[in-house]
């Protein structure tokens, strides 16, 4: 089973502050995701990233997919109390029977402090 | 456009009944996976249908049965519950094909075994 390695676990921040948030794994995969999920709701994607080195920006939050598409970064700048939530990265394999599915990280609990 | 319905969103069940949880997409997505979501362990996939007709295993299917009565529903069913499967139970859905990965998630259904 492949695994998705995320780190750190909780986050607590004061608002203003910058961070950054890692997602690791011995495989190799077709896409990353990033998705943020509000007590009491299901996950929503903020982005995809396909391309070995690709950065996307999506206002102050900054995705990063590694080189070999086997780690991938998330960094938001001057963290605001509204992107407090759990961050989950998910990883796709493309092709036979892993078609589709997605293995998700454990998670990021970010709490930032106004 | 309501996306992905889930229901009931609360249920407790003592050990040994049995429940079904519905999900319904109204996306006309051909892929539908029901995922288990527990504190530090991310999302873990129970089962997953790529199309109407098909199921097939995912990280944690024991205890579990699926249904996919059709493109739009897919039904998650515990047989005798156990205390173990206390959670939260996401289903998803997503299209098919390069760059359809993104899964939408329903609000979840919170399940208490005592």
């Given at each position: 089973?492949?695994?998705?390695?995320?780190?750190?676990?909780?986050?607590?921040?004061?608002?203003?502050?910058?961070?950054?948030?890692?997602?690791?794994?011995?495989?190799?995969?077709?896409?990353?995701?990033?998705?943020?999920?509000e007590p009491g709701e299901g996950p929503v994607?903020?982005?995809t990233v396909v391309t070995g080195g690709e950065v996307k920006k999506l206002k102050r939050l900054t995705f990063q997919f590694g080189d070999a598409r086997k780690d991938s970064s998330l960094h938001i700048t001057a963290a605001q109390t509204g992107d407090t939530g759990l961050y989950l990265c998910a990883g796709a394999r493309a092709g036979g029977t892993s078609y589709g599915k997605l293995t998700f990280g454990q998670g990021t609990i970010l709490t930032v402090h106004p | 456009n309501a996306g992905v319905t889930q229901t009931p969103k609360f249920q407790v069940l003592k050990t040994g009944q049995s429940m079904t949880l519905q999900c319904a997409q109204d996306m006309n997505h051909n892929s539908m996976y029901w995922y288990r979501q527990d504190p530090g362990m991310g999302l873990r996939l129970i089962y997953y249908s790529a199309s109407e007709g098909t199921t097939d295993k995912g990280e944690?299917?024991?205890?579990?049965?699926?249904?996919r009565l059709n493109k739009r529903e897919f039904?998650?069913?515990?047989?005798?519950?156990?205390?173990?499967?206390?959670?939260?139970?996401?289903?998803?859905?997503?299209?098919?094909?390069?760059?359809?990965?993104?899964?939408?998630f329903g609000p979840g259904t919170r399940l208490l075994v005592l």
């Open positions: 089973t492949q695994l998705l390695e995320q780190s750190p676990q909780f986050l607590s921040i004061q608002e203003g502050e910058n961070l950054t948030v890692y997602c690791n794994s011995s495989s190799v995969f077709s896409s990353l995701q990033w998705y943020r999920q994607l903020l982005v | 944690v299917p024991n205890g579990y049965n699926v249904s039904s998650l069913r515990l047989e005798s519950a156990a205390p173990s499967q206390t959670s939260v139970y996401f289903c998803a859905s997503s299209g098919t094909g390069i760059g359809q990965e993104t899964q939408y």
